[in-house]
Each structure stands twice: as C-alpha cells, then as structure tokens.
Nanobody, 116 residues
Framework: QVQLVESGGGLVQAGGSLRLSCAASGRTFSSYAMGWFRQAPGKEREFVAAISWSGGSTYYADSVKGRFTISRDNAKNTVYLQMNSLKPEDTAVYYC?????????WGQGTQVTVSS
C-alpha cells in the first residue's frame, strides 16, 4: 500500500511560482507512472501532468503546458510539480496519484490559491 502526502501549496499572486511536492511511502513507488491532478471548487478533478516511472517521459494538460514542469526523484520517493506563471484559474486543491490513479491512493491534497 502506498500513502501519498502533498505539500507546498499556498497563496500566490498571478504570475508567481510554487513548487509542490508529493512524498510517497512504500517500496513500489518507483514502479509507477505518477501524475498530478487538481480540483477547483464546483468542478470535477482533472488531470494536470504525468511522468513515467523512469522520469523519461512527461505529459501535460494543454492548460498548463509551458508553465508547469513535473519531475520525480525515485531515490527520495518524491514527485514534484514546478508551477510558474500562475493564473487565477490555477486555483484548486492539487493531488498526486499514480497515472492512471488508484482510488485508494488519494491523499488530502494541497491548496493552491492564485490571486489576481
């Protein structure tokens, strides 16, 4: 069983940056492709970015392409999301999970709020 803990969220002005981290427990972490997902108030959770188990391939939603960068450090069991040029529409709770996600892996997420 893998447990995921997201951190790094906060309040930032439009145009600013944040770096999210997702720490995973469990020795099987490095076997999985991982992703970041987000859920804004009143909206369904949506895909943001994903990275292959080796880190060699990455994928992004069109809405964040060119602004966000996903990376991982398998030695530290951690996945990162560097978010630059943030926009108010990026405001959401951000979650990490496997890609595709496992229902039992969803954590508490980390809140990102971007003010205009």
């Amino acid at each position: 069983q893998v447990q995921l803990v997201e951190s790094g969220g906060g309040l930032v002005q439009a145009g600013g940056s944040l770096r999210l981290s997702c720490a995973a427990s469990g020795r099987t972490f490095s076997s999985y492709a991982m992703g970041w997902f987000r859920q804004a108030p009143g909206k369904e959770r949506e895909f943001v970015a994903a990275i292959s188990w080796s880190g060699g391939s990455t994928y992004y939603a069109d809405s964040v392409k060119g602004r966000f960068t996903i990376s991982r450090d398998n030695a530290k069991n951690t996945v990162y999301l560097q978010m630059n040029s943030l926009k108010p529409e990026d405001t959401a709770v951000y979650y990490c999970n496997a890609d595709p996600p496992w229902v039992v892996w969803w954590g508490q997420g980390t809140q990102v709020t971007v003010s205009s």
